[in-house]
């Protein structure tokens, strides 16, 4: 598994991370053993959320990894908070509660990223940063990133907060690849002009924020996922092709197709199946030409000016 620098940190981390959103489905053998194949296939960072399954996610995926010094050493651990009940919170209260309640449950002493998880309309810069600055010096997390965050509103985080961001979490997949076509149809008269996050992509890649693509395979907001869906036949035709020719599996040259992107990009994965999750990991060695990124990008719908 190829690695990478964590934004502008020294973070050495997988270029795939593990989402662990939904390892409350898994009983505790198969648990250990997703875990295991992770870890096996080099893929040793694991990310959470603390409102995933109400904060057992994150209690499976540390007994499920047998959560010890020596272990701890191994692996990369990130977590969220931010979403309360019925409401975001990014007060200091909030921030340093759910911080504490997340190294609780995953049985260590510190994170090695939180993320703040959904903006705040109710956010106050000092707030964060005072919470922050005691997570930073107590040791409980060492870095800092946000998610689903535009420009203007990480720059008003930035007027208080010291400590830079790593990390933005925002949905993107081949279908779901706005960030891109805005960029490519700047100025033009059609949908995929419309500037929906403030240039997020290329703000990230100038302030050194690795993106954190989540929910790689799906279209819209959770509708189904795109391989092998019958609403998407000339992608799936498409894909396959190259697939093909890589003798890999669609949902590598899926995961490839995202990889290939120059702002290196560190995709979520959120299956729980082992299989799936190796053929993800195959898309490090694949490096995709440029004609056959951009073939892939058009047969999904979006378009060249």
């Known amino acids: 598994m190829r690695t990478m620098k964590l934004g502008s940190s020294t973070l050495e981390v997988p270029i795939i991370a593990v989402g662990c959103m939904r390892i409350k489905s898994l009983d505790k053998v198969k648990a250990e053993h997703f875990v295991q194949t992770a870890l096996e296939e080099g893929v040793n960072f694991f990310e959470h959320a ?16 047998h959560m010890n010094e020596n272990i701890r050493e ?32 995953l049985k260590t002493d510190y994170l090695d990223i939180l993320l703040l998880h959904r903006p705040d309309a109710l956010v106050e810069p000092d707030e964060v940063a005072e919470a922050f600055n005691i997570l ?102 498409k894909i396959d092709e190259i697939a093909e020719k890589y003798e890999v599996s669609n949902t590598t040259i899926a995961i490839a197709w995202l990889l290939r992107h120059p702002a290196h990009m560190q995709p979520i994965i959120g299956t729980m199946n082992t299989d799936r999750l190796k053929d993800c990991c195959k898309a490090s060695d694949i490096y995709l030409t440029r004609e056959e990124w951009y073939a892939i990008y058009r047969a999904a719908g979006n378009v060249l000016p």
């Open 74 to 105: 191994k692996i990369i651990l990130q977590s969220k908070c931010g979403i309360g009940k019925g409401m975001f919170d990014f007060s200091k209260e909030h921030i340093l509660e759910s911080v504490d309640g997340s190294l609780k449950r």
């Open 136 to 237: 930073e010096s107590s040791g409980k997390v060492r870095h800092f990133g946000v998610s689903n965050q535009n420009p203007m509103q990480i720059q008003l985080l930035k007027k208080s907060v010291k400590q830079p961001f790593v990390a933005n979490q925002l949905q993107l997949s081949i279908t779901n690849a706005n960030m891109i076509s805005q960029g490519i149809n700047v100025n033009m008269e059609n949908d995929h002009a419309v500037n929906r996050d403030g240039s997020i992509l290329d703000y990230c890649r100038l302030n050194d924020i690795t993106v954190q693509p989540w929910s790689p395979f799906q279209y819209g907001f959770f509708e189904g996922v795109f391989l092998g869906s019958d609403k998407f036949p000339e992608l799936n035709q």
């Open 50 to 65: 603390d409102i995933y399954g109400g904060g057992t996610c994150e209690e499976i995926f540390s007994d499920a990894i």
